[in-house]
């Protein structure tokens, strides 16, 4: 393990989008990882992208007592990503976030502790990103928007002024939400979708304009189209 300083982090987590933050993490050139945290990692490679997979969440309070102070969440899914956050938050650890150099943070914009910002995409002014919220690369989030916290934005996602995001909300890529727009929590926005009216909490919408097709869970299906996958890995 690397000699333990203010920069140094470990990242939960060890698969596909953890490369991703990997790799903004050595583009940033602010953080010193020390290792990566897997729940199952016996059965995972010892090593991602040259650093070492620690072990799982047992592994937290040895590398606490090591004097490591600050973690990043590296998980796809928002549920996931958010219980595992309390639960290293509550362990002592410190989030922090992981932005890439080309993104663009306007005036006044807050990015909250966790979250993580692809390359070139766009906070605009005085717009909130919520902890550990995902913004994938070529995504805007236009100017005043309050985004909740555990979201995540594929690539090319747009967002309009004012708009408001609940927490753990997913947009597929290329989604557009217009301005002012009230999206409630927990809701699933599928691929190329245009939001151009408020959506209510727990539900899937599609399409240009988006409409509901499901409500809760998967036994309320209101019309389903063919064939739609909406959640990445």
């Not at 300083?5 to 953890?18: E, N, P, R």
């Amino acid at each position: 393990m690397l000699e333990v300083s203010d920069q140094t982090i470990i990242m939960f987590g060890a698969g596909g989008h953890a490369k991703s933050v990997i790799s903004v993490l050595q583009a940033q050139a602010r953080w010193q990882l020390a290792g990566l945290l897997e729940d199952g990692a016996r059965e995972m490679e010892r090593q991602v992208l040259g650093y070492p997979v620690l072990g799982d969440q047992g592994q937290l309070d040895r590398l606490r007592k090591a004097g490591i102070t600050k973690a990043m969440v590296a998980i796809g899914d928002n549920t996931v990503r958010g219980r595992l956050a309390d639960v290293i938050v509550d362990r002592g650890f410190e989030l922090v976030s992981i932005i890439h150099p080309t993104a663009c943070l306007m005036t006044d914009c807050v990015v909250e502790q966790g979250a993580f910002l692809h390359v070139l995409s766009v906070i605009g002014p005085e717009c909130r990103v919520g902890r550990n919220t995902i913004v994938q690369p070529y995504t805007s989030l236009g100017h005043e928007g309050r985004i909740g916290d555990c979201v995540q934005f594929c690539p090319g996602v747009h967002v309009g002024g004012k708009a408001m995001i609940g927490d753990f909300c997913f947009f597929g890529p290329g989604a557009v939400v217009y301005p002012g727009v009230k999206i409630g929590c927990n809701v699933e926005v599928g691929a190329n979708s245009v939001i151009n009216k408020d959506v209510p909490d727990h539900v899937v919408v599609v399409g240009n304009p988006a409409r509901v097709i499901r409500r809760g869970d998967a036994s309320q299906v209101i019309d389903q189209p063919p064939s739609i996958s909406l959640k990445g890995s």
